[in-house]
Structures are given as C-alpha cells and as structure tokens.
C-alpha cells in the first residue's frame, strides 16, 4: 500500500473511533486540539495580504473533524472544509451544521475539489508535515486562490524526534505496568525522507519551501504560546520530553 493511503488509512480508522465529545477529556490531546487558544491564533494569520485584497472565503485543508473550520465561522469567514478520511468528514458536517457558510467537501488536499478563483485564503493546522511533497501542494493551493490571495499554515518542528522520545517511554512504561500495546500514531507512518517538513529544526526551513513555491511576503513565527499551554496540558514527564514546537508561516499569492 502506499505511503499516502496508509496515512489516510490511519485517519479513517481513527475517525470511526472519535466522536464530537473528545474534547471533553480535559488534560488529553484532544482537549488541547479543542483548546479555545486556537481561536486567538487565527485572526493574525489572516490580516489583509499587501496587495489589499478582503479575504471572506477560506478554505481549511485536512479540516479534521472541523475544529479550525467552525472557529473561522465563528469569526464571520466563509468556510469549506477539506478532509480526505471520510469518517473525520462526516464529524466536520455535523460540528459545523449550525453555520450556514460552511461547507465540507471530502478531497485530497493535494488537488482539492475547489475551483480557482473560488476562495481567497488557505488555511491549514498539523498538515504539512505529513506531505511528501509540500512544494506542489502549495503551489496548487496558490492557484486555487490567485493573485493577492493568503496561504497560512500552523505546524510543528521536530515531529518525529518528538514521537520517537514518547515511543520510547510508552514502550519501558509498556513492560513496566502492563502488556498492552500502545496506540499507533501517524507519525510512525513516515520517514524524513518521505515528508520533509516531517522533522525540521527551525520554522524558516518550513518558510524555505514556500518561497520555492513563488509565495510573497513570506514569513515564519514562533508560536511558543501555544506550545505553552499543550504543555500545561501534559504530564510533567510528557513535558520534558517534548521537544516539539508550534510555528505559524504565512504568504501572499503573486
């Protein structure tokens, strides 16, 4: 099977597991994903480009169950949701039924099934890390917006020498407390080499490729706030052992 199907495979599975009330496990990873803290971080992401164009119509790539998406109906945008595991899209439609101008649309966000010209920002969270080649996928998104339009991303650094440290104390907790094996995550899906953005040091190297991708006014911002409050969060082991840290990229359409 390849690479790309596992990883959706995985997403599918995981979304006939989840329900809309995960975030109410205070203290777990979901209810940090539902933490209101996302919310602020939006708003920033999605000031007016250099060339003065209104953004009203955002698309959320890999939209998950909708979590991003209903904080951007919220905030009075125009919404469709693109998500590829059709179970997690099934959550999406119903968290996002109160708002009439959001949408969800079951697609590969690699081609997503919007037309060009028919939004006027990206947006996307915990995503382009996980693609093998993030430079095309963003050159597709720049054409689906056009000129003047906002392409914005929130990911992490250091993904997967993140998860190994984790594994590595789930597995001696695993011998130590009990037989059951650990859940399996996405993350144990990739190579670097399969995902470039999958383990990188610094937010610029994730800015690298957009630049490649002929985006404007480009640029990369720690996020050390949100990582903050993930680790409030977390068992103090957990916490020191994280190495991974939130960043933000955003770039104007040429």
Known sequence: MAQSNKVQQYWNTRGLRESLDDHSRLGGSAGFREHPVWFGALPPLLERPAGGRVI???ADMG???GIIAEYLARLGYEVIAVEFAESRA????????PYPMASVRVGDVADPPIAPGEIDAVISRNLLWLLPDPLAVLERWALLTGKN???AAIDS??????????????EFSKHLLSKKKPAAHSAQLLQTSAAPLANIRTPDESAGYWRQ????????QDLSWITAVKEHYEHPVSR???VSKYYSVIGDCP
Request: charged content about 30%; hydrophobic content about 35%; cysteine-free.
């Open 56 to 58: 009203r119509r955002i």
């Open 63 to 65: 939209s998950g169950t």
């Open 90 to 97: 099934r959550l999406a439609e119903q968290r996002l039924a």
């Open 149 to 151: 339009g906002r392409i």
């Open 157 to 170: 650094t250091r993904r997967l020498d993140h998860r190994k440290r984790r594994a590595g104390l789930t």
């Open 213 to 220: 991708a002929g985006l404007l006014n480009v640029s990369a």
């Open 240 to 242: 020191y052992l994280s």
